[in-house]
């Protein structure tokens, strides 16, 4: 006889495993033990959960799993940069990437297996997509790293910038942020997470109306609609001037700004002349620029510019009065840096190499 799945803990929210434990005819409250265990202490066997009774870890056990992600290799560069290869429960792989001191502790997740919006300078595009991350796939990989790396009780910030668009997986993804800023759990602030995506507009105006809302990073690296139609293809569907009306439109809080990511490629989007058309765009928007020199990669038809472009375009931007910021690349002698990450896909053939992470 066919067994149905056990409920993952890892994908509920509090309320749902409150209202599950209910069900089973135990008080609420354990739900809040539950979450303490599994996300302020890294347990994800209920029989080492010893606040709760000897009988109820046995019964939850065999009612529930609480999904983590394996870890198959983890790296470490000379820099501190850690990456994490993970092995998901249909033994499909993703990279999480630990980034030290940017100021702060930084974790880099992932929101897909694969990426569906095909970026020209970026390796995870063109292996397409091959499914979404689940709510406790995406907040799960916050809960390895933090145990991994002694973190448990540590601050630090998440950036979804690994592989896939966050809000190409809208409803996963916004769940495992609620489930990482709940009070009994990590409780993360929203002021300490980043979103970071190329503009699905319609999700970009869903995003704008939820009561817990990261940062947000935009995606640019273009200037004109063609450029950004070559280098980013969802511009197609929803341009450059679509898109930064929706920036002007999204509400701020005093203080907060949109930053704006933008990888720059030798002879492609590194003139003067971008430079001076970025400070025109981004005219009126309370936003700062990250310049992100390119990385360069087998499989990547772009050139990283030398750094006295690099520094001319940020110099052009700041002269009129913009916070620009150029990334250092981190973890490099691991292939951690920005479009670096690489790993053997599951599901294609042996050898086949696929970017499991670029940076936008
Ligand atoms: S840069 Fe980001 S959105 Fe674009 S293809 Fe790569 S992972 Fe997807």
């Known amino acids: 006889m066919h067994t149905p ?111 569906a919006m095909k970026c020209g300078f970026c390796l995870t595009g063109k292996m397409g997509i091959d499914r979404n991350l689940t709510p406790g796939e995406i907040a799960g990989q916050v809960r390895v790293l933090a145990r991994e790396l002694g973190m448990l009780d540590a601050r630090f910030n998440i950036v979804l910038m690994g592989m896939g668009e ?41 995003l704008a109306t939820e009561p817990f809302m990261p940062n947000l990073a935009i995606s640019l690296h273009a200037t004109t609609e063609d450029q950004r139609d070559m280098l980013v293809p969802i511009n197609r569907k929803y341009g450059l001037k679509e898109l930064l009306d929706a920036c002007r ?41 990250n310049l992100l020199p390119l990385n360069e990669a087998a499989g990547i038809p772009f050139e990283r510019p030398s750094d006295d472009r690099v520094n001319r375009f940020a110099r052009i931007l700041s002269d009129h009065g913009m916070t620009v910021s150029v990334r250092k690349s981190r973890g490099r002698d691991i292939r951690a840096a920005c479009g670096q990450l690489i790993t053997e896909s599951t599901r294609k053939a042996p050898g086949a190499r696929l970017a499991l992470l670029m940076e936008r």
């Open 5 to 115: 799945p056990r409920p993952d803990v890892a994908d509920m929210e509090l309320p749902e495993l409150e209202h599950a434990l209910e069900a089973l005819g135990h008080p609420r409250f354990h739900a809040r033990q539950i979450f303490q265990w599994v996300y302020r202490r890294g347990i994800t066997d209920f029989a080492l959960m010893s606040d709760l009774g000897r009988e109820l870890r046995a019964e939850l056990a065999g009612a529930f799993t609480i999904g983590t992600p394996d870890v198959v290799r983890s790296e470490r560069s000379e820099d501190g940069t850690a990456k994490f290869l993970l092995r998901l429960a249909d033994g499909k792989q993703i990279e999480s990437v630990f980034i030290p001191d940017t100021p702060s502790m930084t974790f880099c997740v992932s929101t897909q297996v694969g990426c």
């Open 166 to 206: 966050p809000l190409h997986n809208y409803d996963a993804t916004m769940k495992a942020l609620r489930i990482l800023a709940d009070e009994h759990g990590f409780a993360m602030s929203s002021r300490r997470i980043t979103l970071s995506t190329v503009g699905v507009l319609p999700a970009l105006e869903r």
């Open 249 to 289: 439109r999204f509400p701020l809080k005093r203080r907060e700004r949109i930053t704006f990511e933008y990888v720059l490629l030798r002879d492609v989007n590194d003139t003067p002349e971008d430079a001076r058309r970025l400070v025109r765009l981004l005219n009126g928007i309370k936003g700062k620029v």
